[in-house]
């Protein structure tokens, strides 16, 4: 029989990686901590028109990436492919925004789109996300900048950029996307970009092919068609960036994928990661609430690529996690001492001390090399000498050095790591 895969552009973590993984999730969750965002664990799949109404239907992510299924009850669910619409949704739902404001929230776990596979682009992928809803102020923006920012910087990346622009309210971007319009009609795009071009023009800056590139170089751009308020806001936005030494880019040209976007939109990107680059990413997103049935509430926030993030800490050499599993390795040797240390294994992590053993009744031999696999600092030995002395022997694995303790002292001297 052939052996089971899993999906294709599905990542696995496994030991040895996956501590550097837990290691990712759990620091970009700390700085969001830090900045006073409470937790929220959504659902990882949704009524379809949450993300129909709150990503956008034009959105290459809603129309052709969306894991859609029909359950038993004949109700279309999607698997979640980003976090803010379902955030807003449990906001609303849950009347979060009738009480203090903003309502700060951050979550981590997979969402899912149906892309083409490659390094650093997958079908399930993680993010830690925060958003901060329902006060429009740029200083929110900016904190929400700088908590990416500091999450990264806690990892000990430092080849990444920081991109920043603003794409304009309701009030300045119907006249932008008309300018824009305008200047793509007279271009000879092929068809379905023409179509992209009608449907949602931004998107067509977004094109990465070179061709297209060189037909845009004087296309319009948003930043240079703010109203008043949105230029105002941008700039305090950037005041406050600088304020708190966050180093950024303007950059004209960025285009986020997903329709919900308004003024302030930044991406994080790592030059090692090559075409799969954005790290993470982000904005404001002024109208989402309305358009999901709720009050005209603001919010702005990011989404952190926990895969990308991970690539960009191995590009840099980084090992953020923890690699060792254990800090202690039992070698019994002989039945009665795999009693007893099956004993002490239990005692040690009810201490919280990380302990694995040797099982199977292995040899000296076979277990010393298991031990020294493991990673552990120390391997305790029990034989049939120590059981009659009531003692064990404690190992210090770099260095080799190895003394005999009584069996009741065991655990205090490994607490405190003598
Ligand atoms: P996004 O830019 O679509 O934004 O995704 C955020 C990050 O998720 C990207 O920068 C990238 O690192 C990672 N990512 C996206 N797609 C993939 C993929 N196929 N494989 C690996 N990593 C991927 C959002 O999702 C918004 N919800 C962010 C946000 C929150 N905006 C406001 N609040």
Redesign the pocket.
């Known amino acids: 029989m052939s052996l089971l895969q899993a999906p294709r552009g599905v990542p696995e973590y496994l030991p040895g990686v996956s501590a550097d993984f837990l290691a990712v999730r759990n620091t970009l969750g700390r700085a969001a901590e830090l900045g006073g965002y409470g937790y929220i664990e959504l659902p990882v799949f949704e009524d379809t028109a949450v993300f129909v109404r709150g990503v956008g239907e034009s959105t290459d992510?809603v129309s052709k990436e969306m894991y859609t299924f029909t359950d038993r009850g004949d109700r279309s669910l999607s698997l979640r492919p980003?976090?803010?619409a379902g955030v807003m949704r449990s906001v609303l739902e849950n009347g979060l925004h009738r009480g203090s404001l903003p309502v700060k929230l951050w979550y981590a776990g997979p969402?899912f789109?149906a892309?083409r596979p490659q390094q650093?682009?997958?079908?399930q992928?993680q993010?830690v996300?925060v958003?901060a809803i329902g006060i429009d102020d740029p200083l929110l923006d900016a904190e929400v900048i700088a908590i990416a920012d500091e999450g990264y910087r806690r990892l000990g990346l430092r080849g990444y950029q920081l991109y920043v622009s603003s794409i304009g309210c309701r009030t300045c971007r119907p006249g932008y996307r008309e300018a824009l319009q305008e200047f793509l009609a007279g271009l000879p795009l092929d068809e379905p970009t023409a179509e992209r071009a009608r449907l949602n023009p931004l998107r067509v800056l977004d094109d990465k092919r070179p061709d297209v590139q060189s037909l845009l170089e004087g296309a319009p751009l948003p930043p240079d068609h703010l109203c008043d308020d949105c230029r105002e806001h941008f700039s305090r936005v950037q005041q406050a960036l600088t304020a708190l030494g966050v180093r950024f880019t303007l950059n004209p040209r960025l285009v986020?994928?997903?329709d919900y976007y308004t003024r302030t939109t930044f991406?994080f990107d790592h030059p090692a990661l090559g075409a799969?680059s954005?790290?993470?990413?982000?904005?404001r997103?002024d109208g989402l609430m309305e358009s999901l049935g709720g009050p005209d509430m603001s919010g702005?926030?990011?989404?952190?690529?926990t895969?990308?993030t991970l690539l960009a800490c191995q590009a840099e050499g980084l090992h953020p996690g923890d690699l060792s599993a254990v800090d202690v390795f039992l070698v019994p040797l002989g039945e009665a001492a795999r009693d007893a240390a099956s004993r002490l294994a239990g005692r040690l992590r009810a201490d919280g001390v990380r302990v694995d053993m040797a099982f199977g009744g292995r040899g000296m031999k076979g277990s010393m090399k298991a031990a020294d696999k493991s990673g552990a600092r120390w391997a305790i030995i029990i034989g049939d000498k120590e059981l009659a002395e009531g003692t064990v022997q404690i190992k210090h694995l770099e260095s080799g050095s190895q003394r005999s303790v009584p069996a009741d002292e065991v655990v205090g001297a490994i607490l405190t790591g003598e």
């Open positions: 992510v980003e976090g803010t969402f789109r892309e650093g682009r997958y079908r992928l993010q996300g958003e986020r994928g997903l991406e799969q954005g790290i993470g990413g982000g904005g997103y702005i926030g990011f989404g952190l690529g895969d990308r």
